[in-house]
């Protein structure tokens, strides 16, 4: 996109290419640039805590899971994957006969040399090349057109037939992303830019080669492979060839490139996962018979509680009346969640309504449950201490919004956790 609002104007042809070139490996090292660049620094917004959770409203703002149970949700990455492999198959397979019909079209033709110039002559609508190949139409008279020839042997001797093939096998692979055809557009277009060029550097009047493009007619079910004379870009062709060059003050502006690729990497960059006790549980006072003592999410970071402990409310997705059995502590997405005590995880894992849930097993038949997490940061049968950090806030499983639903029970049986949360 920023190659199309700042460059594609510019008459810097050649740099223009090998921008162009460049941004397909550039598009698949990206994903690998964790560790290139620095993180940003994030800002945390601190909100007053109330200490005594139970003051606030019991008026719900997110739903919460059923206590029943329910089926495990269908995992659609097996069916997406198959989509996408789909893609790829159909579109490497369309490559292959366009590949296979062009040998067959070169068998076919009749090899004539016009002014030094090897040519093939075969059934094709219109003049093109492909690698060192010039395919001319057999309704064309001898001699041919000397300046058609001379654009098709730019395109041959500038290799323009290897950029299209690198281009086309990443389509294949990324065929669901729009813009991969916009680029391909864009790399046909420089080709065709290039090529006139070239023609017009051997003393030819514009005016003439000009005459020469306007006499000719667009070419219909062209291949995108393939490099024609009379390519759909006709009208952007002679608007680059009548316009000024470009000072060469311009090129400063390719320099933007990379301030941008740097900012994006940045921005995009994932948070390290923080596995270390938050300092503000590190004065707290140690477990007593195994029972949970402090807030599994920073006070700070608590907006508000949006479903207390015992309240009958109607499920904002189920509509029906339960009893809570927990309460619900709105967050932000990737707020890191806290084990309350000392103990063993039981199970991390994605568990119907309850989305990723996480159950800690204390002692004295204490448990801990958290539900609806964004992501794990333990795993199953994993000793942890109070204060680890075990996952993280999200919206999972029945849920309408980001929060934390927290359960404290005891010999299977649900307490109320503000009372297991030091002021």
Known sequence: MLYVLLFCKLTFHSVNRTVLLLLLPLSLLLPLSQNWFPKLQQFTVEIPFVADFTTLTNTVTFSEETLSSAPSPIDYSIWIFGIY???????????ARTTFRLIQLRNNAKKVVSNGVTVYMSETPEVFSYFHWIFIPTTKTL????????HEKAHV???????????????AFCWFHPLVYMYRKSLKSVHEFQADAFVIDQNIKKSTYLELLLQSLEPKNTNPVYSYFSHPTLKKRIEMITKSQSKNSFKLTYVLLIPVIVLVCIAFRSA??????????????TVVNGSPSISP???KDVKRISSTFGVQRKHPKLKNTQKHSGIDMVAAIGTPIMATADGVITKATLEGNWGNLIVISHADGFETWYAHLKEFNVETQATVTKGDIIGYVGTT???TGPHLHYEVRQDGKPLDPMKYIAN
């Open 85 to 95: 492999a789909i893609g790829v198959l159909l579109c490497l397979i369309r490559f």
């Open 397 to 399: 499983g029945l849920s």
């Open 272 to 285: 390290d996962i923080d596995t270390s006790v938050h300092p503000e549980f590190s004065q707290e006072a």
């Open 157 to 171: 001797q500038q290799w323009h037939s290897f950029d299209v093939l690198f281009a086309e096998l990443f389509i």
């Open 297 to 299: 999410i920073l006070k």
């Open 143 to 150: 001699p041919f057109d000397e300046l058609i020839i001379t």
